[in-house]
């Protein structure tokens, strides 16, 4: 295999974007997002051996929003297990991440976990099996990253519940097929929570480091997963963490990835490392128009991607 030096990779496709038009939007959600500088853009890869590359922005810290869904699903495998899977399935769902129109027809069960309704009942899942589920959560998150200093962003999660109409239309259809057990006030509580928390690439690139290595943290030598449950995260992400773009991730990229409208994008490369890039301006699907350039030319120019 060809030795490559990554920090130059890193260094010079950065360079190159940055003098290209930037395309898009920064989401409109909410004030707390749509005010975000949309100059910024920070890149950090962390290897399984612990090497840190970085450029950019990538120690300002951002709203983490959708890539928390896969620290939710990954704790209620932890808890639940298989069972989890009579409650969501594992297929893409080719429609918009906050969409409604397949639970009508599927009677209430979301397509996969990492579009909202999905990520819904995974919360569900979490506020039936904890006693203080934001808590253990946010323990859960600082243990895997090594990271005492993370915390949920109060702001963030009680502005977002004031503009939450659909995550409360999602919850409140699934409710009337049965597939919320809890207060919907406390289930969306917890995901707006989640949502909420802000970090920075270099932080998202060490959190999620065990879906590189079989599901142990090379860097907190925790257990996170296990490689089972490490392979199914990860073939999720590929086929479901850029909801209707997840195809063309997967075309342009060639990596797991999973992305979040705060503008980061976190992609894996099982057995290899952890790339985050964040860059505010989202496309037509939600998810940062630079973060999935740098990723296809990195995997494209260096010729390493899952495929
Ligand atoms: N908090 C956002 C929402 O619930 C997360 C969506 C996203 O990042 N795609 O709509």
Same mark, same amino acid.
């Given at each position: 295999?060809?030795?490559?030096? #990554?920090?130059?990779?890193?260094?010079?496709i950065?360079?190159?974007l940055?003098?290209?038009?930037?395309?898009?939007?920064?989401?409109?959600?909410?004030?707390?997002?749509?005010?975000?500088?949309?100059?910024?853009?920070?890149?950090?890869?962390?290897?399984?051996?612990?090497?840190?590359?970085?450029?950019?922005?990538?120690?300002?810290?951002?709203?983490?929003?959708?890539?928390?869904?896969?620290?939710?699903?990954?704790?209620?495998?932890?808890?639940?297990?298989?069972?989890?899977?009579?409650?969501?399935?594992?297929?893409?769902?080719?429609?918009?991440?906050?969409?409604?129109?397949?639970?009508?027809?599927?009677?209430?069960?979301?397509?996969?976990?990492?579009?909202?309704?999905?990520?819904?009942?995974?919360?569900?899942?979490?506020?039936?099996?904890?006693?203080?589920?934001?808590?253990?959560?946010?323990?859960?998150?600082?243990?895997?990253?090594?990271?005492?200093?993370?915390?949920?962003?109060?702001?963030?999660?009680?502005?977002?519940?004031?503009?939450?109409?659909?995550? #409360?239309?999602?919850?409140?259809?699934?409710?009337?097929?049965?597939?919320?057990?809890?207060?919907?006030?406390?289930?969306?509580?917890?995901?707006?929570?989640?949502?909420?928390?802000?970090?920075?690439?270099?932080?998202?690139?060490?959190?999620?480091?065990?879906?590189?290595?079989?599901?142990?943290?090379?860097?907190?030598?925790?257990?996170?997963?296990?490689?089972?449950?490490?392979?199914?995260?990860?073939?999720?992400?590929?086929?479901?963490?850029?909801?209707?773009?997840?195809?063309e991730f997967?075309y342009r990229v060639g990596l797991?990835g999973?992305?979040?409208?705060?503008?980061?994008i976190?992609a894996?490369?099982?057995?290899? #490392?952890?790339?985050?890039v964040?860059?505010?301006?989202?496309?037509?699907?939600?998810?940062?128009?630079r973060g999935i350039n740098f990723l296809e030319i990195m995997t494209t120019e260096?010729?390493?991607s899952?495929?």
């Open positions: 295999m060809v030795d490559i030096n #990554y920090q130059d990779t890193l260094t010079d950065y360079t190159r940055l003098k290209k038009d930037n395309y898009g939007e920064p989401s409109e959600a909410f004030p707390v997002l749509s005010d975000v500088d949309t100059k910024k853009f920070g890149i950090h890869m962390t290897t399984i051996e612990s090497e840190n590359f970085s450029i950019g922005d990538a120690n300002d810290r951002f709203s983490i929003q959708s890539i928390s869904k896969v620290l939710s699903l990954t704790y209620a495998l932890n808890l639940v297990g298989e069972k989890i899977w009579q409650r969501v399935r594992i297929e893409p769902s080719g429609s918009a991440f906050n969409s409604l129109v397949q639970l009508e027809y599927e009677k209430g069960i979301p397509r996969n976990p990492f579009i909202n309704a999905g990520a819904i009942v995974i919360c569900d899942i979490l506020v039936s099996a904890l006693s203080n589920p934001k808590q253990e959560m946010l323990n859960f998150i600082r243990s895997i990253s090594g990271n005492e200093n993370i915390d949920y962003c109060k702001a963030t999660a009680e502005e977002e519940e004031k503009f939450a109409f659909r995550n #409360y239309a999602l919850a409140n259809f699934m409710k009337s097929f049965g597939n919320i057990e809890n207060k919907i006030s406390q289930v969306l509580e917890l995901y707006f929570y989640l949502c909420s928390i802000n970090l920075s690439c270099q932080e998202l690139s060490h959190t999620f480091l065990y879906l590189a290595n079989n599901g142990v943290s090379p860097l907190t030598n925790l257990t996170v997963a296990t490689p089972s449950q490490t392979k199914k995260i990860n073939a999720i992400m590929q086929m479901c963490g850029l909801y209707d773009e997840a195809g997967a797991p999973k992305s979040g409208i705060g503008g980061g976190v894996v490369h099982p057995g290899k #490392y952890v790339v985050t964040w860059s505010p301006k989202l496309n037509k699907k939600g998810n940062s128009y260096t010729e390493i899952i495929f």
